[in-house]
């Protein structure tokens, strides 16, 4: 499981597109950059300086301004905030997109396990009611059985057949899976080795609670995506602050009438007159988006302890599911099929009652197996809410 998911840090899907989500933050990043975000405004006028008498002299004057708005409410560092706060929120959602992949790996590589139990079971199966066909034509042979007890026993292993048929794809439904998550290679599957662990409870409420209020990764994600939203209120705020303008003006006053023309170079300063309505409709969208975000927030946190509670329950109830059927039952799959293919071939038993037999064998084996499907399930969908692993140890479900 660990090259699994060491393969997974660099090849899932899911993380490669939280890990391209994050360049969208460098769009906050980008608007903060530039010292003076507004360019600079260039007037200028040209034209004749006309005298009203008789004689209509005239002359050039000439007209050149330049004014470059400023930022006087410290907007800028305020949109550097803004752009490390959007990067904060990437970064949560990259991190729990990282730790959905994890558990993900870690569900599929139990069921998986789980599947391939399941496909070696009936794959023995198939080879035992062959062994009974051969068993039913040497009774029938000896005229210990009639023949139709060789049909039966034909038609038993054409369905145990079929049988291993279907749980060896499932297994490979389950190893694809797993690739599929992990952005394995689909020409060779990644297949679980191993055995099932052995299932442990589920720690207290109050430890559970703990460890989410600080690890939870949707949780985390509302926490950075509030303080976000903040800051760009913030900002919006800021933004309706009037900016000035500072910058020179040049003239140039021709003489119409021989006179010496004049050169005139003013420094100036403009400011608008402050306006309380100024980026209102900013004002308004960014503070709804904050008071959703801030719902979004506590309505999960109120949720969270409730649904530790839930899943821990479910996991101690699939643990107590497995160890009702006890460390024997599986194991004993194999001696219980001796014991069986023994009395059938001395006339013990006949073949409807190992037909029987063998049905309630599978059906245990196969809620066995589906009880430990359902613990996996059910710790992986725990720790998902815990945000990490539940034991510190890898003696139990890691």
Same mark, same amino acid.
């Given at each position: ?21 994050? =360049? ?8 903060? $950059? ?18 009203? =008498? ?44 990282? #730790? ?39 009774? &029938? ?39 599929? &998550? ?38 985390? &994600? ?5 303080? $976000?939203?903040?800051?760009? /209120? ?87 599911? /497995?160890?009702?059927?006890?460390? =024997? ?58 945000? $990490?692993?539940? #034991? ?7």
């Amino acid at each position: 499981m660990a090259a699994l998911l060491r393969h997974a840090e660099r090849r899932a899907p899911a993380l490669a597109v939280a890990e391209a989500e994050l =360049d969208l933050a460098d769009g906050d990043l980008g608007i903060a $950059e530039p010292l003076l975000p507004n360019n600079a405004t260039l007037q200028a006028g040209f034209g004749p300086r006309i005298q009203s =008498d008789a004689n209509g002299a005239s002359d050039l004057n000439v007209q050149i301004q330049l004014l470059q708005p400023f930022e006087i409410a410290g907007q800028r560092p305020l949109r550097f905030d803004v752009a490390r706060a959007a990067r904060a929120t990437r970064r949560r959602s990259l991190e729990r997109a990282r #730790w959905q992949v994890h558990q993900r790996i870690h569900a599929g590589y139990r069921r998986a396990l789980a599947a391939r139990r399941q496909a070696e079971v009936t794959q023995r199966l198939s080879v035992f009611a062959v062994q009974l066909v051969d068993i039913a034509h040497r009774r &029938v042979e000896a005229g210990d059985a009639a023949p139709l007890i060789e049909r039966l026993a034909e038609a038993d292993a054409a369905q145990a057949r079929q049988n291993a048929v279907a749980a060896f794809q499932a297994y490979r439904d389950a190893c694809l899976a797993l690739a599929e &998550v992990a952005g394995w290679p689909v020409a060779a599957p990644p297949e679980p080795i191993g055995s099932l662990p052995v299932p442990r409870r589920a720690p207290t409420l109050a430890e559970l609670t703990e460890l989410a209020q600080t690890h939870n990764p949707e949780l985390l &994600v509302r926490r950075a995506a509030v303080e $976000e939203a903040r800051l760009r /209120v913030d900002l919006a705020h800021r933004d309706a602050w009037p900016d000035p303008q500072l910058g020179f003006q040049y003239g140039y006053e021709g003489a119409p009438n021989g006179g010496i023309p004049e050169h005139v170079i003013m420094g100036m300063l403009q400011i608008n007159i402050p306006s309380f309505a100024l980026n209102q409709g900013e004002i308004a969208r960014t503070s709804a988006e904050q008071g959703v975000a801030e719902a979004r927030r506590d309505a999960l946190a109120s949720v969270v302890e409730v649904r530790l509670e839930r899943l821990r329950t479910a996991v101690n109830a699939a643990a107590e599911r /497995v160890e009702s059927y006890g460390e =024997d039952i599986l194991p004993r799959f194999e001696e219980n099929l001796t014991m069986l293919r023994r009395a059938f071939e001395l006339g013990e038993i006949d073949l409807l009652r190992v037909s029987v037999a063998l049905e309630r064998f599978l059906t245990v084996q196969q809620q066995a197996l589906g009880a430990h499907v359902d613990y996996f399930a059910a710790v992986a969908a725990l720790e998902a809410q815990v945000g $990490e692993e539940i #034991w510190e140890d890898e003696g139990g479900e890691r």
